[in-house]
DNA sequence: CTGAAAGCGCTTACAG
DNA sequence: CTGAAAGCGCTTACAG
C-alpha cells in the first residue's frame, strides 16, 4: 500500500539501487538521473521506511529518555518540563526522534536498564530523576550504551552527565545570606538519595567556613525536595533553634513550605527570618515575597544533554557539563 | 554481535520457524521442544529485534504524542505533566511505547500531521495543544491514522477525543458566584483559538440565563490563558465595569494574574472582589487566599486518551470522552 | 509438531 | 554511472 524504492525503481525504469542511492545523495549518480528520481518520489508522495532502514543499518536514529517518577511532587518535577523542551530542542538538528520511558524502583527491577534500551534499538539515553539507590544507578556505571545523566555523576567509557554546579551554587547562596549578616543559617536539605544534595552541602559548608562560623551539624536537616518536606523542617528546625534568622533551602519547593510554615508560626518573611531557595521555579517569582533563589538553567540543562548524548553516540568522549546558574535576589532575605 | 535467533535455532538444532513459532507462544510446538527453546534464549540473553519484527507485522508498538508549545507558559503547560503521566499509565499495560513531538506553526508547514506519523510508523497518536488554526487541525479532521485530541472536538471514523465538560463547568462556577449573591460577574476568557474557550463561555452564559441575570457582553474578555493576560484583562475590566463584585477566569493562571492586579489596585480578595479559576493546578492551593476553581482530572485525561486511542488502533469507533471535572472551593470568593 | 522458503523495505559491497 | 545480489532479523503461509 504504501509505496516504497521498488515503485519508484519501476516508474524510473531503473534499479532499486540506484534509487535508493540518488535519494541518499550519494555522489555516483547522475545529476539527470538523480532529478528524475526524486520528481517521481515526490509525485508518489514517497516516504522511507525508516524500520526498513533501520533493520539494515542497525541505526534507528531514536534515543530514549528515561525518567523516574514522572509525576511524585519531588525533585524534578518542577522543571522536568523544561528540561524536556531543551532536550527536544537539542535533538532536532540532527533529527533524533525521543521515546519517552518512565520508570520507578519496581520496573527497574523488572526490566533492566540494558534492556529496556535494546527493546527498543535507541542508540543512547538521557536519563533524569533516579535516585542513588535505584538499581539502575549501578547498571549505568558499567553500560555500553551511550548515556548522559542529570545530575547524577557517573562519568565512564560511554557515560557523562550535566549538572549545574551545585557546591559553587550552594556556596553562594549561603556567602550572600552571610553578607546581609546572617550568622545562624539553617540548611534545609534535599534527601540523602540525591547526589545534588551532598553536594549543595558542601557548598554550604564552604561558605561558613570561608566566613569562620563554625559549622553546627544541628542546623541541617535533610528532608525530600517537597512543599511539605520543607514545611515540616522549618517547623522543628526553627523551634528547636531559635537563634536561627536565614534558611537555605535545597529546592524552592522546600522554601515555599517554609513561607507557609513560618506563617504558621505567626514569623514574618523576611523581617522574622530569611529565606533562600533552589532553582528558581516559575512560582518563586509569583509569592510574596519574591523568593530569593538560585536559578538552574534547566532548558539548557536539557540542551546540552541531548548535545552530549549526540557525541557520545558519535564516538566522542564523555564529559561532565556544568550549566551556568545564577543567584537570583528577590524580597525573602534581608539584612540584619 | 547481538544474539538472533538464528543463534538460538543453532544452539537448538531446530529451524529458526520453531524458534519464532516457541518464544511467540504459539500453539503448534511441543512444550518439550518450547522449554528447550526458552531456556536457551534466556541462557543466550535474547531480546527480540524489534525493528525486525516491525518490518514484517508492519505493527511498531508505539504511538505519538504530539504537543504543541511545549514550554510555552499558555494553556496546556500547567498540566502537560499530568496528562503525560496519564498517557504513560494508559499505555503501560499494552506495552506499547511513546514517542515525543513537538511542534509549532511553522513545523507543521514543514511537515505534515501525516508525515510525521508514518515517517516513524507510529500506529496512532495523542494530540494536545494544538490551537484551532494550527494546520494540523484540518489535517487531522480527514486523517486515516488513529487519533486521540485533548480538549479539541473533532470526531470521525478514526478520530476521537478526551475533554472535560467544559460547559457544565463552567456553568457550575458561575452558578456559584451567582449563589454567593454576585449579579455583576466579569469573564476573562482564553483565547478564541481554544474550543474551550467557546464552551466555557456557553456555560457562563446558561448560568446567567438561568438566574435571570441578563448577559453583558462587555463582561466578557478574552486574553491567552497566561498569568499576564489574566493581569492586564483584570486591570481594564474592573478599571471599566466597577460594579463587578467578582470575576471568573478559564484559567488559574489567569486568576492569579488578576490576584497580582488586584494587589495593584489596592483590592483585596475576597474582600473587594471574588475571583474563581479554572484547572486547579497545584499553585492554586499555596498561594494566598486558596483559589477556587473547576479541577480538572488531567491524569484521568491522559489515562483516557490513550486507553481510546488503544481501542481506536484494534478497530474501535471513536469516541468523545468526559472526564468528571469538580468545583474546589477555596477562600478567593465570598458571599456578598 | 517441524522446516524450507519467501518476503517485509531498505542498504551496500561487488562487478561491470 | 548503474545493476544484480546478498543480507539485516524476523514472521508466516505452505507443505509435509
Redesign the interface.
Given at each position: 500500500m504504501?509505496v516504497t524504492i521498488k515503485d519508484i525503481a519501476k516508474y524510473a525504469g531503473v534499479s532499486v539501487t540506484t534509487v535508493s542511492r540518488a535519494l541518499n545523495g550519494y555522489p555516483d549518480v547522475s545529476e539527470e538521473t538523480r532529478e528524475r528520481i526524486k520528481k517521481i518520489a515526490e509525485q508518489l508522495n514517497y516516504?522511507?521506511?525508516?524500520?526498513?532502514r533501520?533493520?539494515v543499518t542497525n541505526k534507528?536514529h531514536?534515543v530514549g529518555?528515561v525518567v523516574s517518577e514522572?509525576?511524585k511532587?519531588g525533585a524534578y518535577?518542577p522543571f522536568?518540563?523544561?528540561v524536556?523542551?531543551g532536550i527536544?530542542a537539542g535533538l532536532r538538528k540532527d533529527k533524533y526522534?525521543?521515546?519517552?520511558?518512565?520508570v520507578d524502583p519496581e520496573s527497574q527491577d523488572a526490566t533492566s536498564y540494558e534492556?529496556l534500551c535494546?527493546?527498543?534499538?535507541v542508540e543512547g539515553a538521557i536519563v533524569e530523576g533516579l535516585r542513588l539507590s535505584d538499581p539502575y544507578i549501578k547498571e549505568i556505571e558499567k553500560t555500553q550504551i551511550p548515556t548522559v545523566l542529570i545530575d547524577i555523576p557517573i562519568l565512564t567509557d560511554k557515560v557523562g552527565y550535566v549538572s549545574s554546579d551545585n557546591v559553587q551554587a550552594a556556596f553562594e547562596a549561603t556567602s550572600y545570606l552571610i553578607k546581609l549578616g546572617h550568622r545562624n543559617i539553617g540548611f534545609i536539605n534535599g534527601h540523602g538519595d540525591a547526589a545534588v544534595s551532598f553536594e549543595r552541602l558542601e557548598g554550604y559548608k564552604k561558605a561558613l567556613e570561608k566566613n569562620n562560623i563554625p559549622y553546627k551539624e544541628e542546623y541541617v536537616v535533610f528532608n525530600d525536595f517537597t512543599?511539605e518536606g520543607g514545611y515540616n523542617s522549618f517547623k522543628t528546625l526553627v523551634f528547636e533553634h531559635p537563634k536561627i534568622t536565614a534558611v537555605f533551602h535545597a529546592s524552592d519547593l522546600m522554601a515555599?513550605g517554609s513561607f507557609?510554615a513560618a506563617?504558621d508560626l505567626g514569623m514574618k518573611v523576611p523581617d522574622d527570618i530569611s529565606i533562600v531557595g533552589f532553582d528558581d521555579i516559575?512560582?518563586a517569582s509569583?509569592?510574596t515575597p519574591g523568593l530569593t533563589t538560585i536559578r538552574q538553567d534547566t532548558?539548557k540543562m536539557g540542551y546540552n544533554a541531548a548535545k552530549h548524548l549526540l557525541s557520545i553516540i558519535k564516538g566522542e568522549k564523555p564529559q561532565h557539563i556544568l550549566i551556568p546558574h545564577k543567584l537570583v535576589i528577590r524580597d525573602s532575605a534581608r539584612k540584619i
Open positions: 504504501a516516504t522511507p521506511n525508516s524500520i526498513a533501520g533493520l534507528t531514536t529518555l514522572l509525576i511532587p518535577h522536568f518540563l523544561e524536556l523542551a527536544k526522534d525521543l521515546i519517552l520511558f518512565t534492556k535494546n527493546d527498543r534499538k512543599q515555599i507557609k506563617k516559575e512560582l509569583l509569592i532548558f
